[in-house]
C-alpha cells in the first residue's frame, strides 16, 4: 500500500516537474510547480514528515506559488508571453541534464547506505511537538537568525518594489 | 511489484527533480521560470533531507532543517520577484537576455 501510494506520489511530482520544464508559456510552468509541490507534499506525509507536509503546503503553495502567479501578471506584457532559448542552448542544457541526472542516480544506487537499527528508526509519526521544541532549544540560534532575515528581506523587498517618484 | 520503498527511492526521485530543475534554470530565459527552477532544486533537497531522515539517522533532525529551507525559498522568492519587477521597469521585458547592460 505504502509503495503503491510512494510511486503515485513521485509520479504526480516527476509529471509535473517534466511539465515546469519543456512548458513554453511560463504561467503553465507555475501550473506545473503546484502540482510538484503538491505531490513532494504528500511524500512528506507518507514520510511521517506531518508537520513538514503541512508547512509545504501552507507556505510553498499558499504563498511562494502565489507571489510567483502575481510576479507573472505584473511582468508580463500578455499571459502566453514566451522566451524561447536558441536550439543549441537548449540541447547543450539537455545533454548537462542527463549528464547530471545519470551521475548522481549511479552515485546513490551505488552507495552503501548503512541503515541504523531498526528500533532508532522513525517507527512512529513524530509529534509536531517534537519539532517545535528542537527549534527552539537546539536550533534556536538559526530560529532566531532566520527571524532577522525575515525581516531584512521584508525591508529589502519592499525598498525595491517601490515605484521611483 | 518493485522493491519495498527505501531510501534510494527517495534518493533517485530527488536526483530526477533535481536535473530537472537545472535544466529549467538553464533553458528558461523567462525569469520567473528560472526561479521556478530554484524552488524545483530546493525542493529536491528536501526530499533527500526527509529520506536521510526516516531512514538514516531516524532523528527529527532533518525536519528542522527542511523547514528552514522552505523559509530560505520563500525570503529568497519574495526578493527575487521585487528584483524583477524593478527589472522590467527598466528594461520593458522580463527576458533575462535583454539584461546585458553591463556587458563589456
Known amino acids: 500500500m505504502e509503495d503503491i501510494a510512494f510511486y503515485i506520489f513521485a509520479g504526480v511530482s516527476l509529471f509535473s516537474a ?8 511560463v ?19 507518507l514520510a511521517d514528515a506531518n508537520l513538514l507536509g503541512a508547512i509545504q503546503l501552507i507556505v510553498y503553495a499558499g504563498g511562494t506559488l502565489i507571489l510567483i502567479v502575481f510576479g507573472i501578471m505584473l511582468t508580463s506584457q500578455s499571459p ?28 546513490v544506487t551505488m552507495a552503501p547506505w548503512k541503515s541504523r537499527a531498526a528500533e532508532k528508526l522513525l517507527t512512529q ?6 519539532v517545535g521544541e528542537s527549534l527552539l532549544t537546539t536550533y534556536l540560534v538559526p530560529f532566531e537568525v532566520a527571524s532577522v532575515l525575515l525581516l531584512v528581506v521584508m525591508i529589502g523587498a519592499a ?4 515605484t521611483e517618484k | 511489484m ?18 530537472l530543475g537545472v535544466l529549467c534554470m538553464a533553458t528558461k530565459r523567462n525569469a520567473i521560470g528560472i526561479l521556478i527552477g530554484v ?4 525542493n529536491s533537497a528536501n526530499i533527500n533531507l526527509v529520506g536521510f531522515s526516516k531512514y538514516q539517522t531516524g532523528q527529527l533532525d532533518g525536519h528542522v532543517v527542511a523547514v528552514f529551507v522552505i523559509l ?33
Open chain 1, 18 to 25: 517534466l511539465v515546469i520544464v519543456f512548458s513554453k508559456s
Open chain 2, 72 to 104: 530560505l525559498a520563500a525570503a529568497e522568492a519574495a526578493l527575487a520577484i521585487a528584483i524583477f519587477m524593478n527589472f522590467y521597469n527598466n528594461v520593458r521585458t522580463i527576458d533575462v537576455d535583454r539584461g546585458d547592460e553591463l556587458r563589456g
Open chain 2, 39 to 42: 524552488e524545483l532544486v530546493l
Open chain 1, 159 to 162: 525598498y525595491l518594489a517601490r
Open chain 1, 125 to 130: 509519526s513524530p509529534a509536531v511537538k517534537d
Open chain 1, 80 to 107: 502566453w508571453a514566451a522566451f524561447q532559448p536558441t536550439k543549441f542552448q537548449a540541447i547543450a542544457a539537455t545533454i548537462i541534464g542527463l549528464i547530471l541526472a545519470t551521475g548522481i542516480i549511479r552515485l
Open chain 2, 2 to 19: 518493485l522493491a519495498e520503498i527505501g531510501l534510494q527511492h527517495y534518493l533517485v526521485l530527488s536526483a530526477l527533480i533535481f536535473s
Open chain 1, 27 to 45: 504561467i503553465r510552468a507555475a501550473v506545473g510547480l503546484l502540482g510538484t509541490l503538491g505531490g513532494v507534499a504528500c511524500l512528506y506525509f
